[in-house]
C-alpha cells in the first residue's frame, strides 16, 4: 500500500510539472522558461524535475503531443460529435477560444500569446520535425471534422443548396487558426467575436 501511496504522489508530482510548464510554455515559448522556474512554480527542485522529465527535450516532447492530443479532441467535440446545427457549432467554438484568451489574458488590453497552437508555430526553428508533425495533426484534424460539419449542415437545410463545402471548410480552417494573431494586434477578443458574426452570415448567404 505504501508503495501505491507513492507511485501515486510521482504521479501527482508529474503532473503539477506538466500543468506548470505547459502555461509557462504558452507565455513565454520554450526559451522563456526553465526547470528553474518550474521548480519555483510547484516548491519543489530542479533536481526533482530532472527525475521526472530527464531533460526539457522530454518535457517539451510531452507537451507538444499534449497540445496535439488536446486540439484534436476539442475540434472532434465540436464540428463532430452530437447533432448540434452549423450555427451552435460556431457558437461552441468561439467559447473555446474565449476561455483560452481569458486564461491568459486577464488584465486589460492584455497581448499575450494564448493559443498553444500558435506558441508552437512561434517555436518551429527550436522545435523541429516534432511540432510539424503535431500542427499538421491538428490541421487534417480539422479538416475532416470541418468537412463533416459542413456537409451535415448542407444535408439539413442550414445552408443554401449548392454550397461548396470544400470552400468553407477551407476558409473555416484558415480563420479559426488566424484567431490568436488578432487579439494580439487589437488587445480584444472583441474582435474575434464580431468576426464570427460576419463568418456565420456570409457562410449561411453565400
Known amino acids: 500500500m505504501a508503495r501505491q501511496d507513492s507511485a501515486d504522489a510521482a504521479g501527482g508530482t508529474r503532473d503539477r510539472i506538466k500543468a506548470v510548464a505547459a502555461e509557462l ?3 513565454r515559448g520554450h526559451e522563456g522558461f526553465s526547470f528553474g522556474d ?3 512554480a510547484i516548491g519543489t527542485t530542479r533536481a526533482n524535475i530532472h527525475h521526472h522529465f530527464g531533460s526539457k527535450q522530454q518535457l517539451m516532447r510531452e507537451l ?3 497540445i ?3 486540439a484534436e479532441s476539442r475540434i472532434e467535440r465540436y464540428w463532430r460529435a452530437g447533432t448540434a446545427t452549423f450555427a451552435e457549432r460556431l457558437a461552441m467554438q468561439l467559447d473555446d477560444l474565449r476561455r483560452y484568451y481569458d486564461r491568459f489574458n486577464r488584465g486589460d488590453r ?4 494564448w493559443s498553444p497552437l ?15 508533425a503535431a500542427l499538421e495533426r491538428v490541421n487534417r484534424t480539422y479538416d475532416l471534422c470541418l468537412r463533416h460539419a459542413v456537409g451535415e449542415a448542407a444535408k439539413a437545410g442550414q ?18 487558426l488566424s484567431c490568436p494573431p488578432m487579439t ?3 488587445g480584444r477578443f472583441e474582435e474575434i467575436e464580431l468576426l464570427f458574426g460576419a463568418l456565420g452570415r456570409l457562410i449561411s448567404v453565400a
Open 25 to 27: 510554455y504558452v507565455l
Open 38 to 40: 518550474i521548480a519555483a
Open 64 to 66: 507538444i503531443e499534449d
Open 68 to 70: 496535439a492530443a488536446n
Open 110 to 113: 492584455d497581448r499575450n500569446v
Open 118 to 132: 500558435s506558441r508552437l508555430r512561434h517555436d518551429l526553428p527550436t522545435l523541429g520535425d516534432e511540432a510539424v
Open 159 to 176: 445552408l443554401r443548396p449548392g454550397t461548396d463545402v470544400e470552400d468553407v471548410v477551407r476558409v473555416l480552417r484558415v480563420t479559426l
Open 184 to 186: 494580439q494586434d487589437s
